[in-house]
Antibody, heavy 117, light 107 residues
Framework: QVQLQESGPGLVKPSETLSLTCTVS????????WSWIRQPAGKGLEWIGR???????NYKSSLKSRVTMSVDTSNNQFSLKLSSVTAADTAMYYC???????????WGQGTLVTVSS | DIQMTQSPSSLSASVGDRVTISCQAS??????LNWYQQKVGKAPKLLIY???NLETGVPSKFSGSGSGTDFTFTISNLQPEDIATYYC?????????FGQGTRLEIK
């Protein structure tokens, strides 16, 4: 069964760029959309954006100026970059697969990113 | 953006109870509505998709209904392992949005 695993620094300084990678195993990264979703501690879920293997992206408009997503099909990975981070970007970050556009059927375990100097 | 409003925000029920959570969309959503269960310290898990379809492997004690702007999620025969926060989520329009969550506790 498909497994997703997020990786990246757990601590990022304010104004710097958060970079995370999601590795997909036991399944091909092709023919689906792949999303990033975050959750501040004790709060709800926020969709950040998604990418497909053609490189087509959709980003949440309020984050669009700071978000870049990319995909590496040869390594079954997709990535998130979020620039100019502030404390408000501190959250658990999840990667997820969309089995059909908008239905998240597989999720990574999440990685906590803290923005602090 | 489509706003998703869940009610109640928290709920306490007894083992064996039938529990219902509501989700209202700020605009017509057709049936592009999913429900997730999130246990403490875990990633969300898909339970119901397209308003009423049970995800493979999910027990039939979970069910969903509704269309348009009003949706309902039901758990029958509540058990201690059902303690979690439940989220609705729409994908009719981008951005994909989630309800604020309903925290379910056992009395």
């Amino acid at each position: 069964q498909v497994q997703l695993q997020e990786s990246g620094p757990g601590l990022v300084k304010p104004s710097e760029t958060l970079s995370l990678t999601c590795t997909v195993s036991d399944g091909s990264i092709s023919s689906n959309y792949w999303s990033w979703i975050r959750q501040p501690a004790g709060k709800g879920l926020e969709w950040i954006g998604r990418i497909n293997t053609s490189g087509t992206t959709n980003y949440k408009s309020s984050l669009k100026s700071r978000v870049t997503m990319s995909v590496d099909t040869s390594n079954n990975q997709f990535s998130l970059k979020l620039s100019s981070v502030t404390a408000a970007d501190t959250a658990m970050y999840y990667c997820a697969r969309e089995k059909k556009g908008g239905i998240f059927d597989y999720w990574g375990q999440g990685t906590l990113v803290t923005v602090s100097s | 953006d489509i706003q998703m409003t869940q009610s109640p925000s928290s709920l306490s029920a007894s083992v064996g109870d039938r529990v219902t959570i509501s989700c209202q969309a700020s605009q017509d959503n057709s049936n592009y509505l999913n429900w997730y269960q999130q246990k403490v310290g875990k990633a969300p898990k898909l339970l119901i998709y397209d308003a009423s379809n049970l995800e493979t492997g999910v027990p039939s004690k979970f069910s969903g209904s509704g269309s348009g702007t009003d949706f309902t999620f039901t758990i029958s025969n509540l058990q201690p392992e059902d303690i979690a926060t439940y989220y609705c989520q729409q994908y009719e329009n981008l951005p994909i949005t989630f309800g604020q969550g309903t925290r379910l506790e056992i009395k």
